[in-house]
Each structure stands twice: as C-alpha cells, then as structure tokens.
C-alpha cells in the first residue's frame, strides 16, 4: 500500500508519516480489544498527538508545493 501512494504521489515524509501513525494507532487499539492490552487516557492523548503532527507534516508539504508551484508560474 505503502508503494502505490508514493506512485500516486504522495509525498514520502507524509506518506510514512501517515504510515506510521497508523500503524501506532492501529497496534495499540488492536491489542486492546485482542489482548486487553490497557488504553489510558495518556495512551490516547499522544495517539492524537503523533495524528496531529502527521496532519501539520501534510498541510507544510502542501503550503510549500502550493508556493513552489506559484514562484514556479510567476517565472514563466
């Protein structure tokens, strides 16, 4: 899956960002319900923390293309 984003073109930082995130979220919730692993509060505050920050990586990447593209245009 990992592969067909990057094809797509997902930029690598935030397509391992997400990558990653997901696959902290996903482990902890799933050896909640599988294992009975505990999930406190602090657990999911930086669950929401590594998601908030995978977020901030995407809306950069998507500022700095966005102004590439305009410096870009503004040359031609």
Request: glycine share 14%.
């Given at each position: 899956?990992?592969?067909?984003?990057?094809?797509?073109?997902?930029?690598?930082?935030?397509?391992?960002?997400?990558?990653?995130?997901?696959?902290?979220?996903?482990?902890?919730?799933?050896?909640?319900?599988?294992?009975?692993?505990?999930?406190?509060?602090?657990?999911?505050?930086?669950?929401?923390?590594?998601?908030?920050?995978?977020?901030?990586?995407?809306?950069?990447?998507?500022?700095?293309?966005?102004?590439?593209?305009?410096?870009?245009?503004?040359?031609s």
């Amino acid at each position: 899956m990992l592969s067909l984003v990057l094809r797509a073109g997902l930029a690598l930082g935030v397509a391992y960002g997400v990558w990653a995130a997901g696959g902290v979220a996903l482990t902890a919730v799933l050896a909640t319900i599988v294992f009975g692993d505990p999930l406190n509060a602090v657990m999911g505050s930086g669950m929401a923390l590594v998601i908030a920050g995978v977020l901030c990586v995407e809306l950069g990447a998507q500022t700095a293309h966005a102004r590439r593209t305009h410096e870009e245009g503004a040359a031609s």
